[in-house]
Each structure stands twice: as structure tokens, then as C-alpha cells.
């Protein structure tokens, strides 16, 4: 016999990913549930997700979400990649963009070529090759032209910065109208039934909210995984020694850029993302390394303009869950684990896990093929993650602060060290579909850093080098004639979604 559906939902927090999960599940669940959001005034978010990576607009799209209008709501701009400022040296400066570098040449990545190329003298940076890295630099941006399939112009890929507390305040229209029921009060204890699944969860009002299934939204605390059911945290300190954050916004300067920048300092790192009406700015520091007061002191010294509120301090444990799923219990968001903000991925994990619960959305009774299902492929996507973010640390040549002679030193995971030695020896990079960040991505990023290919691909010597050069100048070429014909970002945005009583 078929067990029943688990037909009611509770969602315990708010904040970006309880509203998320709301959201998207009024969306696609349909009237047949009843969906309950629990959350607390008193209680506030961490709030830092401003930035994210190009996957969001296909979430705001299966929602039915006009980007304008999500953009004007939400104070928000354009992001075309990820500017790294001092990391390999001090004054090194390279850009993460989004998307492709250039097309391939025949079946082989570009890269090889342009690694060929450096081989006989020519310095040209990566970037000068990609759209997104060009554009961004010089602060203009367009949206994808389906006009131009055959153009670089038909081929950009975007994502957003934007206020996290006013998305989860537009999501939560999203859901109210949508049938949603939002409960105020604090959580103050959770009641489990015989077999260890939870039952309800008790307010401070007294009021008992039931239900089939629990989503822990709840923020780092895991007030539901971790409180309650004990899943256990893989504390990854160890690799990724920042553990603090101090966050503050300040006023707005010009030229409004479409990227995210991340500047190196002495025990961490700074984050800068350019808003319609300010500029969110964060310090990510490792407290063995580097006192909270000195940390503030470098963020207030480092902003472009003047402070807008006090700075707040954030503590943090870089790592993941052991389980995810438990029971009739998932976690997301910083429930489930926490990336500092480096490559912008917390929001994207909100946004997997939702869709890997709808895909193994569960009867009343849980099945426990689909909760190891569940928990390993959110593992692997967390680990990819956690390699990636690691590279930004380990490949450096610092040595001016004992933080960079310690993130240089440190051992690396098995995976990052074969990825590594697999690239210097010849240039490889293999993606196997399963994870997150491109070929792409790790290429601009392991180049960045300054980890330097022994070889390329040998077919690449098949091809004549003054042919490989005319290929190479014609791409960058092409680039330069799409980048000229693009608006300025903040003209971009002015025509298009700019939020009321933004300054033009």
C-alpha cells in the first residue's frame, strides 16, 4: 500500500533561505500542501549572501520572477565575475569571470593554445580572451543578445548582487500570495515522535506547529539537524582557517562596476559589492591570526566610501553537516553548512538542495534510500566546493604574514592535491558534471594564483604558431569590438530596473 504524502510542510527561519524553500515550494507543490513558515523578529539573519553566481536567475525564472522587477525590489546590480586583488603576490590582480574563456579550437580547450603561445613570449593575460573579464573591467554590461547566437554578445553570462534581506522580504510576498502561512514566535523546543522524527516544534507563545515534514532553516544555530537530532559538523578549519567576518556598508562611489571585488589582506580577506544604493563591504579574518578590533580597523581603512552603520562581527565554522536529511528533517542554507562568501556559493546551495528535495520529495514515511541519496550527493557538491574555495588560499607565494606562510604550507585534501599536480604537469582540467564550478572557473582561478602548467595538450604543436596567433588576435579583437558597443553598467541599469529613488 502507498504511504500517504507528507502533505504538511514546516519551515523553521526565514531569512533568504527559508523564504527560498516557501517560495519554491508554493511554486511547484501546488494547493494539495499546506506550507508554514516559523520565524522570530527577535531573531535576526546573518545577511552577508549579496552576490551570487549565474544559477539564481534560472531559480527567479522557474518562479516566474521578471528580473527587472526582482532587481528594483531588491536594490539590485549586474555581476559578470569575481575580481581577486593580491592573493598570489601582492600586487597581482586577475578576474574570475563568468562563462566561457573562448570558443574551443577544434576539440581542444583554447587554453592550451594560449599556453602555447605564453611558451614563445606572449604575455597577454587570460582575461583578454573573455567577455565577462573585459566588460567588467571596464564597468559596462548587456544582457545576453538572443539576437547574436553567433556573437560573443549572445553568450554572456550574468548573475546579481543585491540585499539579501530585502529578497527574502520579496520572496515572501511571492509565497504569502501564494498560499503560504507565515507564524510569528521562537522556537523553544522541539518535540519528537517515538520513532526520533519530529512531531512539532513549541513557540514561546505556546502554540504547538505540526507537521510531515520540517526544513531547518534556522541559520547556524541548526536548531532542528543539529540541536535535536545531532547529525554532527565536519569542522573544516583545518584547510580554510578564516572563521570571523566583520560586515558594514558604506555610500556609493562611481563607476558602478558589474563585479564582485575580493582584496587580500594581512589574515584574510575583503569583499566589496557594489549595490544601486550603497556598497556592502565585509573583512573575512581567521581570529588565530588576527584580533577583531584590527580586523574592523582594516575593513573601515579599506572602504571607498563612508560608513552607513556600526560594523558587526560574524563567527563562523567553515564546514558542512555530517547528515543533511534525517528523518523527516532537511537543513538548509547555513543550517547545512557554511562557505565563506569568496566564490558566492551559500545561495546557490539553498537553491540545489530545493531542487534535490523536489526530486526525492518524500510520502509521510521517509524512504532511506532517498535520504542517502540525498545526503551524498549534497556531500560531493559540498566538497567540490570546499576544493575550490581551498585553491584561493593554498596557491600563493606569500610570505609577508604568517597567515599566507600557513595557507601556503597547509595540507590539502587528496582531491585538490591530484587536481593540482594533474594541471601543473599539463595543463588538464576535467569537470565531470557533477560539480559546481567549470574547467572554466578553476582555469582562471588556478592561473591567477600563479600555478603554472609544465605543458599543454600536444595536438595544440599540430597547428602552425603564426596560425595560433592570428586565431588568438582575432578573439581578442572580436572582444574589444563587443565590449565598445556595450552600454556603461549604471546607464544599463537606469534604462532598465533601477529601484525608486535610486540616484541616477
Same mark, same amino acid.
Given at each position: 500500500?502507498?504511504?500517504?504524502?507528507?502533505?504538511?510542510?514546516? /519551515?523553521?527561519?526565514?531569512?533568504?533561505?527559508?523564504?527560498?524553500?516557501?517560495?519554491?515550494?508554493?511554486?511547484?507543490?501546488?494547493?494539495?500542501?499546506?506550507?508554514?513558515?516559523?520565524?522570530?523578529?527577535?531573531?535576526?539573519?546573518?545577511?552577508?549572501?549579496?552576490?551570487?553566481?549565474?544559477?539564481?536567475?534560472?531559480?527567479?525564472?522557474?518562479?516566474?520572477?521578471?528580473?527587472?522587477?526582482?532587481?528594483?525590489?531588491?536594490?539590485?546590480?549586474?555581476?559578470?565575475?569575481?575580481?581577486?586583488?593580491?592573493?598570489? &603576490?601582492?600586487?597581482?590582480?586577475?578576474?574570475?569571470?563568468?562563462?566561457? /574563456?573562448?570558443?574551443?579550437?577544434?576539440?581542444?580547450?583554447?587554453?592550451?593554445?594560449? $599556453?602555447?603561445?605564453?611558451?614563445?613570449?606572449?604575455?597577454?593575460?587570460?582575461?583578454?580572451?573573455?567577455?565577462?573579464?573585459?566588460?567588467?573591467?571596464?564597468?559596462?554590461?548587456?544582457?545576453?543578445?538572443?539576437?547574436?547566437?553567433?556573437?560573443?554578445?549572445?553568450? /554572456?553570462?550574468?548573475?546579481?548582487?543585491?540585499?539579501?534581506?530585502?529578497?527574502?522580504?520579496? $520572496?515572501?510576498?511571492?509565497?504569502?500570495?501564494?498560499?503560504?502561512?507565515?507564524?510569528?514566535?521562537?522556537?523553544?523546543?522541539?518535540?519528537?515522535?517515538?520513532?526520533?522524527?519530529?512531531?512539532?516544534?513549541?513557540?514561546?507563545?505556546?502554540?504547538?506547529?505540526?507537521?510531515?515534514?520540517?526544513?531547518?532553516?534556522?541559520?547556524?544555530?541548526?536548531?532542528?539537524?543539529?540541536?535535536? $537530532?545531532?547529525?554532527?559538523?565536519?569542522?573544516?578549519?583545518?584547510?580554510?582557517?578564516?572563521?570571523?567576518?566583520?560586515?558594514?556598508?558604506?555610500?556609493?562611489?562611481?563607476?558602478?562596476?558589474?563585479?564582485? &571585488?575580493?582584496?587580500?589582506?594581512?589574515?584574510?580577506?575583503?569583499? &566589496?559589492?557594489?549595490?544601486?544604493?550603497?556598497?556592502?563591504?565585509?573583512?573575512?579574518?581567521?581570529?588565530?591570526?588576527?584580533?577583531?578590533?584590527?580586523?574592523?580597523?582594516?575593513?573601515?581603512?579599506?572602504?571607498?566610501?563612508?560608513?552607513?552603520?556600526?560594523?558587526?562581527?560574524?563567527?563562523?565554522?567553515?564546514?558542512?553537516?555530517?547528515?543533511?536529511?534525517?528523518?523527516?528533517?532537511?537543513?538548509?542554507?547555513?543550517?547545512?553548512?557554511?562557505?565563506?562568501?569568496?566564490?558566492?556559493?551559500?545561495?546557490?546551495?539553498?537553491?540545489?538542495?530545493?531542487?534535490?528535495?523536489?526530486?526525492?520529495?518524500?510520502?509521510?514515511?521517509?524512504?532511506?534510500?532517498?535520504?542517502?541519496?540525498?545526503?551524498?550527493?549534497?556531500?560531493?557538491?559540498?566538497?567540490?566546493?570546499?576544493?575550490?574555495?581551498?585553491?584561493?588560499?593554498?596557491?600563493?607565494?606569500?610570505?609577508?604574514?604568517?597567515?599566507?606562510?600557513?595557507?601556503?604550507?597547509?595540507?590539502?585534501?587528496?582531491? $585538490?592535491?591530484?587536481?593540482?599536480?594533474?594541471?601543473?604537469? @599539463?595543463?588538464?582540467?576535467?569537470?565531470?558534471?557533477?560539480?559546481?564550478?567549470?574547467?572554466? @572557473?578553476?582555469?582562471?582561478?588556478?592561473?591567477?594564483? &600563479?600555478?603554472?602548467?609544465?605543458?599543454?595538450?600536444?595536438?595544440?604543436?599540430?597547428?602552425?604558431?603564426?596560425?595560433?596567433?592570428?586565431?588568438?588576435?582575432?578573439?581578442?579583437?572580436? /572582444?574589444?569590438?563587443?565590449?565598445?558597443?556595450?552600454?556603461?553598467?549604471?546607464?544599463?541599469?537606469?534604462?532598465?530596473?533601477?529601484?525608486?529613488?535610486?540616484?541616477?
Amino acid at each position: 500500500m502507498t504511504a500517504p504524502l507528507a502533505r504538511r510542510i514546516v /519551515i523553521v527561519g526565514g531569512g533568504t533561505a527559508g523564504w527560498m524553500a516557501a517560495a519554491a515550494f508554493a511554486k511547484l507543490l501546488g494547493p494539495a500542501y499546506t506550507i508554514r513558515l516559523v520565524e522570530s523578529d527577535e531573531i535576526g539573519t546573518v545577511g552577508v549572501g549579496e552576490a551570487t553566481i549565474p544559477y539564481l536567475g534560472d531559480f527567479n525564472a522557474a518562479l516566474g520572477i521578471d528580473e527587472n522587477d526582482f532587481l528594483r525590489a531588491t536594490q539590485g546590480t549586474f555581476k559578470l565575475g569575481i575580481e581577486f586583488v593580491d592573493w598570489a &603576490r601582492l600586487g597581482d590582480r586577475y578576474t574570475h569571470g563568468f562563462g566561457q /574563456i573562448a570558443p574551443e579550437i577544434g576539440a581542444l580547450s583554447f587554453h592550451h593554445y594560449w $599556453l602555447r603561445l605564453r611558451r614563445h613570449g606572449d604575455l597577454r593575460p587570460l582575461g583578454r580572451f573573455s567577455l565577462n573579464v573585459m566588460a567588467a573591467s571596464q564597468a559596462r554590461f548587456t544582457r545576453s543578445r538572443r539576437d547574436l547566437p553567433n556573437s560573443p554578445l549572445g553568450h /554572456i553570462a550574468h548573475a546579481f548582487h543585491f540585499d539579501a534581506g530585502l529578497y527574502a522580504r520579496y $520572496l515572501r510576498r511571492y509565497a504569502e500570495q501564494r498560499g503560504v502561512q507565515r507564524v510569528e514566535g521562537k522556537v523553544v523546543e522541539v518535540r519528537q515522535q517515538a520513532d526520533g522524527d519530529i512531531a512539532s516544534v513549541q513557540l514561546a507563545s505556546g502554540e504547538a506547529v505540526e507537521g510531515d515534514f520540517f526544513l531547518d532553516c534556522s541559520g547556524l544555530r541548526g536548531l532542528l539537524i543539529e540541536r535535536t $537530532l545531532k547529525a554532527g559538523y565536519d569542522d573544516w578549519r583545518d584547510w580554510l582557517p578564516c572563521d570571523r567576518a566583520v560586515a558594514v556598508p558604506c555610500a556609493s562611489v562611481q563607476p558602478l562596476l558589474p563585479l564582485t &571585488r575580493a582584496t587580500a589582506r594581512r589574515a584574510g580577506w575583503q569583499w &566589496r559589492i557594489p549595490l544601486q544604493h550603497r556598497i556592502g563591504n565585509g573583512h573575512v579574518f581567521s581570529s588565530r591570526f588576527m584580533s577583531e578590533d584590527e580586523a574592523t580597523a582594516v575593513l573601515l581603512g579599506g572602504l571607498d566610501g563612508e560608513p552607513l552603520a556600526e560594523p558587526r562581527c560574524i563567527p563562523f565554522v567553515p564546514g558542512q553537516r555530517k547528515r543533511f536529511w534525517i528523518g523527516n528533517c532537511v537543513a538548509l542554507g547555513l543550517a547545512a553548512g557554511f562557505f565563506e562568501p569568496i566564490e558566492s556559493t551559500n545561495i546557490h546551495l539553498i537553491q540545489t538542495a530545493i531542487m534535490r528535495i523536489v526530486a526525492l520529495f518524500p510520502r509521510a514515511r521517509m524512504e532511506s534510500a532517498d535520504i542517502d541519496e540525498y545526503n551524498a550527493q549534497t556531500a560531493l557538491e559540498y566538497e567540490r566546493i570546499r576544493d575550490f574555495v581551498i585553491l584561493h588560499y593554498h596557491a600563493t607565494e606569500r610570505d609577508d604574514a604568517p597567515f599566507w606562510t600557513h595557507c601556503r604550507e597547509m595540507a590539502i585534501p587528496a582531491t $585538490l592535491a591530484h587536481r593540482l599536480a594533474l594541471f601543473r604537469a @599539463s595543463g588538464r582540467l576535467f569537470h565531470d558534471g557533477r560539480e559546481l564550478f567549470s574547467a572554466s @572557473s578553476w582555469l582562471q582561478v588556478l592561473i591567477g594564483q &600563479r600555478v603554472e602548467p609544465r605543458g599543454y595538450h600536444p595536438l595544440v604543436d599540430a597547428m602552425a604558431l603564426p596560425q595560433v596567433e592570428q586565431i588568438a588576435n582575432g578573439i581578442e579583437e572580436l /572582444i574589444a569590438r563587443c565590449v565598445a558597443s556595450m552600454p556603461a553598467h549604471a546607464d544599463y541599469i537606469a534604462a532598465h530596473c533601477a529601484a525608486a529613488g535610486t540616484p541616477a
